[in-house]
């Protein structure tokens, strides 16, 4: 449970124990559960400093978000559409974003018409810039 430090640190301890260096959470919203409201920074931040908690023990910590509703029609991938609060972009290291192309309807998108971005680097809020790093080819 995010914001115990007590269950925090078996969990830490347990996956360093056992020589765990990657934690994979997919998606973050089934993690977050029903430990607060994934709109509400003050309740989002205590996820996100646990992910943190887990890089400082040298874990790699690998998330999956989704877009918000709108967004998702729209063809989704932007870091500005993601669903919950902004911290949740904010705090990522880097994020790689996938749409399908502008006017291409959800159902008519494969893997070979998708697009990507990326963002890198350490940055406070929501405020990368978004480069399309290709196309992905089957």
Do not use: W
């Amino acid at each position: 449970r995010s914001g115990d430090k007590k269950s925090e640190d078996e969990i830490i301890n347990r996956l360093v124990d056992k020589g765990i260096s990657c934690v994979v959470v997919d998606p973050i919203r089934r993690a977050f559960g029903s430990a607060g409201d994934i709109n509400a920074e003050v309740d989002v931040r205590k996820m996100l400093n646990f992910f943190q908690r887990m890089m400082d023990q040298g874990l790699t910590v690998i998330t999956s978000h989704h877009d918000n509703k709108a967004a998702s029609r729209a063809g989704g991938g932007s870091m500005f559409d993601m669903t919950g609060s902004g911290a949740i972009p904010g705090d990522a290291d880097s994020i790689i974003g996938i749409s399908s192309p502008s006017g291409t309807q959800l159902e008519n998108t494969n893997l070979r018409n998708l697009n990507f971005y990326m963002r890198n680097g350490m940055m406070h809020g929501p405020r990368g810039m978004s480069i399309e790093i290709g196309r992905a080819h089957v």
